[in-house]
């Protein structure tokens, strides 16, 4: 792996396309690792938004930017991708840093952006227009306009990849994006500006305002000159955000949080089943929406799967997020590691056998950073709250299951619907399972794979719309029904003849 380091961004924002000092309160970003400190950066204020939103609104209206024809537009997205590619090393290295995730990962995620906004700029040079069917006299068709502002809220926990599934469409759409990353991660998104500035992107387009959620984030979901906004996050704060936007009569998409059933059938292959179920909770340490948090497995193979399984999950490799060899990397921050640990104890209290991890390494490699062992528990019932809630974090609760029944009715019971894991060589179980079980994404003999052709999101309380696919670039624009008169005469109502 690279040894390579990179300065990290400066720490000024990127307001409408200009790099300033933000007014608002400090933001301090540090590395899990070993808790040193990346950058502090004064974060964006109100007045800093305003302004933000004020360029965006003056260069999403001129003519150099609405008139483009979208083969045009489409350049712009293209250099963008070009640019992250040129600058996957440094990208992974500045989102290491921001949020402790392993080089492997984040350079990962880092090819997935420039992925995404290459798809986007082949969506936008083919993307037609609908010519209706005619009902009358006229010729009708269905175009597609640019919603004017969005506003884009993210995570920590994948920052490029997320900020990139929101501003390439909305670029592509033909609107301005005002990005609000977390405070935990703010510098791999002002890294995404530099590299849009660099690709001549219009000043004004693209903001990154790093600060508060109840401050930057509310003033963009509150603000009049915001059409639509796409959030990614917790559940609780998208709830919110709806409320808001439902006030306001504002399109908008929720990626919220989830507890995602895995289910090993008896028939399934048991080295592929278990490398799966590993991959989907250990890996990004489980802070992951689609993490595999929930594992049921087939009560007559339950002892020796879960037996396997904790004996697996003792050789997995936790160390530093820049040594090739690791495989689980510290939590995002001390805070986060708390919350987790946090979940852990009620686990205990509410009879669960920690039957590997629940405690944080030994050893001077851990002593500075945020690690914790990778954890499963089980004794727990599937309505403890253990269960039910979200804990993001390395924590893997195993429930027996009886028959195909029981497991589809235990893994809805759930207020999440956001993905599935289903491990069996049963081909026409696996595809009534899939049909059965509420979730977004299904996953069968294999887990966390992604395309950016396939449409993503949750149902429940994992969201609300969908983004990636083709029709990832529409839910950022409007539809205008126009209909063309081809008749001769006046219409007949008014009788002049
Ligand atoms: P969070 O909800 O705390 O914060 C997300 C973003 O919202 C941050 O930028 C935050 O500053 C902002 N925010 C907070 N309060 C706000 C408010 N009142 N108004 C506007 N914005 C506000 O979530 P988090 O802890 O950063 O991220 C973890 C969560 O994200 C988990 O629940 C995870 O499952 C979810 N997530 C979902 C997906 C998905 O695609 N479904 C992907 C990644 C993460």
């Known amino acids: 792996m690279s040894e ?58 001129d003519p150099a930017w609405l008139d483009l024809l979208p083969h ?32 492997t990962e984040t350079t990962a995620l880092a090819m997935s952006a420039a992925g995404t906004f290459r798809y986007f700029a082949a969506v936008l040079e083919t993307a037609d227009e609908d010519l209706t069917a005619r009902r009358g006299d006229c010729l009708t068709l269905s175009v597609h306009e640019p919603i004017g502002l969005v506003g884009a809220i993210t995570p920590w926990n994948s920052p490029i990849a997320s900020d990139a599934q929101k501003v390439a469409p909305a670029l592509a759409a033909g609107n301005a994006v005002l990005l609000k990353p977390s405070s935990w991660s703010p510098l791999v998104s002002l890294e995404l500006a530099r590299i849009i500035e660099e690709a001549g992107l219009p000043e004004g387009l693209f903001s990154v305002l790093p600060g508060s959620g109840r401050e930057i984030g509310n003033l963009l979901v509150e603000h009049p000159d915001i059409g639509r906004i796409s959030f990614t996050g917790g559940t609780e704060t998208g709830r919110r955000i709806g409320e808001q936007a439902g006030r306001k009569l504002m399109p908008l998409s929720l990626e919220l949080g989830g507890k995602s059933p895995t289910i090993v059938f008896s028939d399934a292959d048991m080295d592929q089943a278990i490398a799966g179920v590993l991959f989907g909770i250990f890996s990004s340490s489980g802070q992951s929406c689609i993490a595999g948090s929930r594992l049921f497995v087939a009560r007559e193979i339950y002892d020796t799967f879960v037996a396997r399984l904790v004996e697996a999950t003792e050789k997995l490799v936790v160390g530093s997020p820049f040594e090739a060899a690791t495989q689980v990397a510290p939590l995002v921050t001390f805070e986060h590691r708390e919350a987790v640990e946090a979940y852990i104890a009620l686990a205990r209290e509410e009879g669960g056998r920690v039957l590997t991890g629940g405690e944080r390494p030994e050893g001077d490699a ?24 979200e804990i993001f974090g390395p924590v893997l609760v195993v429930l027996p299951f009886e ?46 794979q992604f395309s950016i052709s396939t449409p993503f999101g949750g149902d429940g309380a994992s969201g609300i719309g969908r983004e990636k696919g083709r029709q990832g670039m529409r839910v950022y624009q409007r539809q205008k029904a126009i209909y063309h008169g081809l008749g001769d005469g006046p219409l007949p109502w008014a009788r002049l003849s």
């Open 403 to 448: 028959d195909e029944a029981d497991v589809i009715a235990q893994s809805n019971d759930n207020d999440y619907g956001l993905a599935c894991g289903i491990w069996t060589k049963d081909f026409a179980r696996a595809w009534r399972l899939a049909r059965a079980i509420d979730a977004g994404t299904v996953w069968i003999n294999t887990y966390k």
């Open 4 to 61: 390579t380091t990179y300065d990290l961004p400066d720490g000024r924002l990127f307001v409408g396309g200009k790099w300033e000092t933000g007014s608002g309160a400090e933001i301090v970003s540090t590395f899990s690792h070993d808790g040193s400190e990346n950058r502090r950066l004064s974060g964006a204020s109100v007045e800093d938004g305003l302004r933000a939103i004020a360029r965006a609104k003056a260069a999403q209206s």
């Open 72 to 103: 045009q537009r489409a350049r712009y997205l293209a250099r963008i991708a070009d640019g992250i590619e040129a600058n996957v090393d440094r990208i992974s290295y500045i989102q290491t840093r921001d949020t402790g995730k392993t080089r």
């Open 366 to 389: 851990y002593a500075q950073g945020a690690y914790l062992k990778p954890t499963i528990i089980e004794g727990l019932t599937n309505d403890s709250r253990t269960c039910r809630e």
